[in-house]
């Protein structure tokens, strides 16, 4: 996020905090105790006809707008043949968050995980005229205020020459309708501050940033110092 976001389940990358909330303008929300956060019922109500307006296919980027590619876009499941596919768009979006990707050691725990008999996390492809063009990764979560799941939204990356074909658009109403399926009551994830093309794409989807809550990451040295603590 993606677009990004951080997950326990791939590749931790550090990134600034701020979860955002899967809303609709215009829409009253069922709220939950404790929470006030949204109900399942707007999910699966909404996720077929999420509006489709022009431009919003930059999801995960700022690139510059380059030439389209031309077909519409179609989402699917990652399978095998597709890892170093998915390897190559994971580290497009480490560069563009002038972020470390993953090095060949991490890149086999990430496909052993990904194409595991459990994997620990789903992996989406979004192919452009037989390209791909795209990746979005999710898992999911619980809330424990509802009862009910949650997907979080790890990655998701659109190639820079993918720009203008509804990449981005198809890759986020993919995750909703999965969201529907399972019956989650949202989707959260993460943007970097600076993306400002990505923050009003999600903006004007209807998903509304979190003002209240921090994220906090503890690793390396205060992490095996936390656990080896006697």
């Not at 600034?16 to 949204?38: D, F, N, Q, V």
């Not at 431009?55 to 989402?75: K, L, R, Y």
């Not at 794409?201 to 509304?208: M, P, Q, T």
Request: aromatic share 10%.
């Amino acid at each position: 996020m993606w677009l990004m976001s951080e997950s326990t389940s791939a590749v931790r990358r550090s990134r600034p905090a701020g979860s955002i909330l899967m809303t609709s303008p215009g829409t009253t929300w069922p709220t939950t105790p404790h929470t006030g956060r949204c109900a399942t019922g707007w999910i699966a109500e909404h996720a077929k006809r999420i509006p489709r307006r022009s431009g919003e296919d930059a999801a995960a980027t700022s690139f510059q707008v380059g030439p389209a590619m031309g077909g519409q876009p179609t989402v699917r499941r990652a399978r095998p043949k597709d890892g170093e596919t998915v390897l190559s768009l994971i580290r497009g979006l480490a560069d563009f968050e002038k972020l470390v990707g993953p090095d060949d050691a991490a890149g086999e725990r990430i496909l052993a995980a990904m194409f595991s008999p459990s994997p620990p996390f789903d992996t989406y492809l979004v192919e452009v005229d037989g390209r791909a063009a795209g990746y979005a990764i999710i898992f999911q979560t619980y809330s424990t205020f509802s009862g009910r799941p949650k997907l979080y939204l790890e990655d998701i990356f659109v190639r820079e020459d993918a720009r203008g074909a509804g990449a981005g658009f198809a890759l986020m109403q993919e995750v909703a309708r999965e969201a529907a399926r399972r019956g989650c009551e949202e989707i959260e994830w993460e943007v970097l501050t600076w993306n400002q093309r990505a923050i009003d794409f999600y903006e004007r989807l209807g998903a509304e940033r979190d003002q209240e809550w921090y994220t906090y990451h503890l690793k390396g040295e205060a992490l095996s110092r936390l656990a080896h603590s006697r």
